[in-house]
């Protein structure tokens, strides 16, 4: 299980209504709304990844200690959800090493993982890995193998793999599901919140049983808030995309936890799988 941890006005799709300036100005909602999740995952027995912003653990280091003590685990996101496609690999390293160590010093505890913004690891980011094992990550969730308007890489192996030759480093893709030569994205996110509960759930069991492997699934606190508030100014598409089914989302969450078992990824892809 896999949270992006950043508040609702910082999603790549309102990059065009809501510039990074005026972050700061804006009454966040990330803390209450993650306070629930926790909540949420305490109740079903769930332990999580949350990719965080650097951004957010510097507004919020309270926030991430409670995370930390619920058992979770911490990775980075970035420090300002920039795609990596629209940075240079030495913009990209600098990035990924302060967010590293905003992280380790608010938490105590290393960092492993990272995930990109709008996973935006692709054909035209080929140092990326590199950067990643050169900044001491030893592992990546940031490739959804896929066809989408906005990320994706279609042709990229679904299950984890090893990006780097000679290098014990692993990028853990997005789960996908594999029909009739198509992959149908199967690992959350806005998807989750469009499909009927049950096709979510026929698509995860499938990939554990047929592929016999674990899922990746991943969302955004912001997903389980159906009163944030509405920005103006969107095309129909984001606005469909963003706001569909809010209120819908902890219920399924809910049924998730109680469908499957869910640990945080070091715990199912780094350490030898769950006890
Ligand atoms: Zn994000």
Redesign the pocket.
Same mark, same amino acid.
Do not use: G, I, K, T
């Given at each position: 299980m896999s949270v992006?941890l950043?508040d609702y006005f910082?999603? #790549?799709a309102f990059n065009a209504v809501i510039n990074r300036e005026s972050w700061q100005s804006i009454p966040g909602r990330v803390e209450s709304n993650t306070d629930n999740l926790l909540e949420l995952f305490a109740a079903n027995n769930i332990t999580a990844t949350f990719?965080v912003?650097g951004w957010i653990a510097r507004q919020y280091p309270e926030l991430l200690a409670r995370i930390v003590r619920e058992g979770h685990e911490i990775a980075s @996101?970035g420090m300002n @959800?920039i795609r990596v496609s629209a940075q240079s690999a030495h913009e990209f390293f600098q990035d990924i090493h302060t967010s590293k160590q905003i992280l380790e010093n608010c938490t105590g505890q290393p960092v492993r993982g990272y995930?990109a913004? #709008?996973f935006s690891i692709n054909g035209k980011t080929p140092w990326a890995f590199e950067k990643l094992i050169e900044a001491g990550f030893q592992y990546s969730s940031s490739v959804y193998p896929v066809r989408h308007d906005h990320y994706g890489m279609p042709d990229a192996p679904r299950f984890s793999w090893n990006p780097v030759k000679n290098e014990a480093f692993r990028e853990i893709p997005l789960t996908t599901c594999n029909i009739s030569g198509v992959n149908v994205p199967a690992a959350g996110g806005g998807y989750f919140r469009l499909y009927p509960y049950r096709l979510s759930k026929w698509l995860i069991r499938r990939v554990n049983i047929r592929d016999g492997q674990s899922a990746v699934f991943y969302f @955004?606190p912001w997903e389980i808030d159906a009163s944030q508030p509405r920005v103006a100014g969107l095309s129909r598409k984001t606005r469909f995309r963003h706001y569909l089914n809010l209120n819908r989302m902890a219920d399924r969450l809910a049924r998730l936890g109680q469908d499957f078992r869910w640990r945080r990824m070091d715990e199912v892809f780094l350490d030898g799988g769950p006890a």
């Open positions: 992006d950043e910082q999603v #790549s990719f912003l @996101h @959800h995930r913004a #709008s @955004h």
